[in-house]
T-cell receptor, first 114, second 112 residues
Framework: EAQVTQNPRYLITVTGKKLTVTCSQNMNHEYMSWYRQDPGLGLRQIYY???????DKGDVPEGYKVSRKEKRNFPLILESPSPNQTSLYFCASSLSMASSDTQYFGPGTRLTVL | DQQVKQNSPSLSVQEGRISILNCDYTNSMFDYFLWYKKYPAEGPTFLISISSIKDKNEDGRFTVFLNKSAKHLSLHIVPSQPGDSAVYFCAASSSNTDKLIFGTGTRLQVFP
């Protein structure tokens, strides 16, 4: 089954404790991205990657890191999480960056930073 | 600065009636528009899209209308069904950047 998976689905952590949210897709997609969803703000892009070893900042990259060592995986790293990073996070992938290529979203990771 | 706006946070419609979800945008460079649907505890899924060269696109019960002069698009669902109850996001992009900008979402509830 074609899908985007994220782990963990739920995470409660404390300020400053490094964490990684994994994202994996099995559709051989070149383009992957991370979004956060916050009330009243919709979905905002954090980082994106057009291909292996190619990553770039989205609209709200501060406090986040990503890597793209393999085509299928695109982990999101929070080196020192803070409470303002409490949010619902979605990973997405598509064939290319072209907006006409449908983006497939993972199920989401709800993160709470205390 | 919200470039894509969905001014109605929620909408309640009776089953069988038409649901109309609205979206406004400010960037005249946007030339491709999409609607995504999101159920609780799931990621958004693509619903329907429209290019700026068209003013209407239809897919079964779902129709998207684009009014470029008003910088407005709408999603019509007819007839509405309880399974349509979800949050709907509109999104826009320009061929210059291909970057998707999402609206804030509208929660649709279809009641029997």
């Amino acid at each position: 089954e074609a899908q985007v998976t994220q782990n963990p689905r739920y995470l409660i952590t404390v300020t400053g404790k490094k964490l990684t949210v994994t994202c994996s897709q099995n559709m051989n997609h070149e383009y992957m991205s991370w979004y956060r969803q916050d009330p009243g703000l919709g979905l905002r892009q954090i980082y994106y990657s057009m291909n292996v070893e190619v990553t770039d900042k989205g609209d709200v990259p501060e406090g986040y890191k990503v890597s793209r060592k393999e085509k299928r995986n695109f982990p999101l790293i929070l080196e020192s999480p803070s409470p303002n990073q409490t949010s619902l996070y979605f990973c997405a992938s598509s064939l290319s960056m072209a907006s006409s290529d449908t983006q497939y979203f993972g199920p989401g990771t709800r993160l709470t930073v205390l | 600065d919200q470039q894509v706006k969905q001014n109605s946070p929620s909408l309640s419609v009776q089953e069988g009636r038409i649901s109309i979800l609205n979206c406004d945008y400010t960037n005249s460079m946007f030339d491709y528009f999409l609607w995504y649907k999101k159920y609780p505890a799931e990621g958004p899924t693509f619903l329907i899209s429209i290019s700026s060269i068209k003013d209407k696109n239809e897919d079964g019960r779902f129709t998207v209308f684009l009014n470029k002069s008003a910088k407005h698009l709408s999603l019509h669902i007819v007839p509405s069904q309880p399974g349509d109850s979800a949050v709907y996001f509109c999104a826009a992009s320009s061929s210059n950047t291909d970057k998707l900008i999402f609206g804030t979402g509208t929660r649709l509830q279809v009641f029997p």
